[in-house]
């Protein structure tokens, strides 16, 4: 009986520590980059990572909810382009408040007529899904450019007021950043979303199993719409944080957050079979992933190596997730 | 018959031949327009500037047929081609060639190891190695285009026989060679069956491993020659080309009626699938629609077709 005991605590070891095997990697990381370079761990350096929580994280936030439901979506880069456009334009007009809840509409009506599409097109599977949002991806960067005519727009050529966005792009409350406040206060809110409400459940379980969630009375094309919408919803976010801090928007700025987000995402635990994680998983990965850079930096790895790297990890972190599942 | 029975079967041709009628669409409408689009010259060019993406999709065609697909091609394309040229200044240039389409084949094996091995999901995996490859064009180039020195190597690219260009000779017997491969071998018969029902393929004594991994390989070094191809086209390598250009030709091979449930489909209708593209690019730039136009255009054909092949689907499934 004792050796069963000891047997399943081994096991139990293992899982833990392969389920939450980005955490130790952080801890890994964070020890050998503070022990190479030890300006990692000084005071200037930690605000220099809390302010990396900006517009990667908000994006990664929504993609969470739409990998959780067994899809995916590419749209969010011609999401971005198109909100950043259209909002930076519609300060000088409406002023920056109405701009900015019309920026995050449009990011929520971007996203939801994703899920229209896919819904009536009655695509089911993740590969259907990444095509046809990525489809969608290049319709809203075309009307981006149109909307813009190809060109970037500044903040110096707005003569009202912008304050809220230069706050949000460079702001801070003492030593934190006013991005990272509204980084916390999305999450919490996603987080109660996710695991305390019943549409929050139902997306899971329309990710784990969709049939099964049907005939249990699940309205899934309602939690399809609900994704891909807080997709949609949270990647506004990321392209009015990405701009406010960068003070101008091109149509091109949210070129590779697609790949990024799902990065972060599946590293940072959650199973792209769909069903099982959380946007807590996926801040771990993000914070992974801005050590990583960190790291990366500190040691004066080039950029474009640091995009290898990271796709090494993407494959690695895939490989994984599906070894979990055997 | 009854309007309601028409209506089906027009739909029903619709999803099946939706690269034909596209194409039949623009042709017609190109009558039209005045323009100088039926000139011998005019539709080499269009050929010529679609090759590289008919080599693409050749290879594609194989993995989505035995039931997955392939989005690491891009990243292929820029580091082969990337890789003929620098290899060039340090050894002849077949093998500089020669070494390139091995790496594409090395890196096909690798995701058909990760694939049928280790069972992943095709194309976030293929999605993830393509992004790796991305990284690795970055590095070798510092982002920069490198110019081919060889003359030779331009002349690949961009020389001609009796008038008709090299690279839609090569294709031509590229696409002669997949079509017997595909239609006439155990190795393509095999293929359909696999991407048909992977089970029955299992226990009717395929090789089912080995020949999904070839599926794999193939297209890895198909990749590998279209980069080397439009890099001798070009007389450059670039990190940037590869970008969107894998979901393009993959989006093309569906266009086609080779569909993503595996099984479906051929070379042929490959090719017309991708000539969907290369045409559509051709009558755009014939009528003089601005660029962001045409991007808007090509995606609203990316959803509507993926649209409509998702939407037979569906209609399959509830009929059986």
Not at chain 1, 36 to 59: C, D, H, T
Not at chain 2, 249 to 255: A, E, I, L, M, S
Not at chain 2, 276 to 285: A, E, Q, S, T
Request: aromatic share 8%; with cysteine.
């Amino acid at each position: 009986m004792n050796t069963q005991v000891i047997n399943r605590a081994i096991k139990g070891t293992g899982s833990v520590l392969r389920e939450y095997l980005v955490l130790v990697m952080i801890a890994v990381l964070a020890a050998i980059t503070a022990i190479v370079e030890p300006k990692f761990v000084s005071g200037a350096n930690l605000v220099n990572i809390m302010r990396q929580f900006g517009p990667l994280i908000m994006v990664s936030l929504g993609m969470t909810f739409v990998i959780l439901g067994n899809f995916i979506d590419l749209s969010v880069a011609g999401t971005i382009n198109l909100v950043a456009v259209v909002t930076i334009s519609l300060i000088q007009p409406f002023g920056q408040i109405p701009a900015l809840l019309m920026g995050l509409t449009l990011g929520a009506l971007c996203g939801a007529l994703n899920s229209v599409v896919i819904l009536t097109s009655g695509a089911l599977t993740q590969a259907e899904a990444l095509f046809l949002t990525f489809g969608m991806s290049t319709v809203y960067s075309a009307i981006a450019l149109l909307y813009s005519g190809g060109t970037t727009m500044h903040f110096w050529d707005i003569t009202k007021s912008k304050s809220v966005f230069e706050a949000i792009g460079s702001g801070s409350i003492g030593p934190i950043s006013i991005s990272f406040v509204i980084f916390l206060v999305l999450l919490a809110a996603l987080w109660i979303f996710q695991s305390q409400t019943k549409e929050g459940r139902a997306i899971r379980l329309t990710g784990g199993n969709k049939t099964a969630a049907r005939l249990a009375g699940v309205r899934i094309k309602r939690s399809i719409v609900v994704i891909y919408t807080i997709g949609g919803f949270m990647a506004g976010v990321g392209a009015i944080v990405l701009f406010s801090r960068i003070t101008t928007a091109a149509p091109v700025i949210g070129a590779g957050y697609e790949t990024n987000a799902i990065l972060s995402v599946v590293v940072g635990g959650t199973t792209l079979k769909g069903g099982k994680g959380s946007v807590l998983r996926t801040v771990m990965g993000v914070l992974l992933i801005i050590l990583m850079s960190n790291c990366l930096d500190l040691l004066g790895v080039s950029t474009y190596l640091q995009v290898a790297v990271k796709g090494a990890i993407l494959v690695f972190a895939i490989w994984l997730d599906n070894r979990k599942q055997v | 018959m009854n309007t309601l029975g028409i209506g089906a079967s027009l739909f029903r041709l619709a999803t099946k031949q939706k690269a034909f009628i596209a194409i039949l669409v623009m042709l017609v409408i190109m009558v039209f327009s005045g323009t100088e689009f039926y000139t011998a010259y005019n539709l080499l060019d269009m050929l010529n500037s679609t090759s590289i993406l008919l080599i693409l999709a050749f290879g594609v065609t194989l993995t989505i047929i035995s039931g997955g697909c392939d989005l690491s091609i891009g990243g292929i394309l820029v580091v082969s081609g990337i890789l003929a040229i620098k290899l060039m200044d340090y050894m002849a240039l077949s093998w500089a060639i020669f070494l390139a389409v091995l790496f594409g084949a090395v890196v096909g094996a690798i995701n058909g190891f990760l694939v049928v091995h280790q069972r992943t999901e095709p194309f976030i995996i293929t999605l993830g190695t393509g992004f790796l490859l991305t990284g690795v064009a970055q590095q070798l180039t510092n982002a920069h285009p490198v110019p081919a020195k060889n003359p030779a190597f331009m002349m690949i690219g961009n020389g001609t026989v009796h008038g008709i260009p090299n690279l839609v000779i090569i294709t031509v017997v590229l696409f002669v060679l997949f079509f017997w491969l595909m239609r006439y071998t155990q190795f393509g018969r095999n293929l359909y069956a696999i991407g048909g029902d992977y089970e029955v393929a299992l226990y009717s004594g395929i090789n089912v491993i080995r020949t999904k991994w070839l599926a794999f390989v193939i297209s890895g070094a198909a990749a590998g020659l279209a980069g080397v191809l439009l890099s001798a086209k070009l007389n450059t390598g670039s990190s940037i080309y590869g970008e969107l250009t894998a979901l393009v030709v993959n989006c093309g091979v569906v266009v086609g009626g080779t569909s993503f449930a595996g099984g479906i489909g051929g070379i042929p209708q490959s090719a017309l699938g991708l000539l969907v593209f290369g045409m559509l690019d051709n009558v755009m730039n014939m009528l003089t629609i601005t660029s962001y136009i045409q991007v808007l255009l090509k995606g609203a054909v990316i959803v509507a077709i993926i649209w409509l092949d998702c939407f037979g689907q569906k209609r399959r499934r509830e009929t059986v």
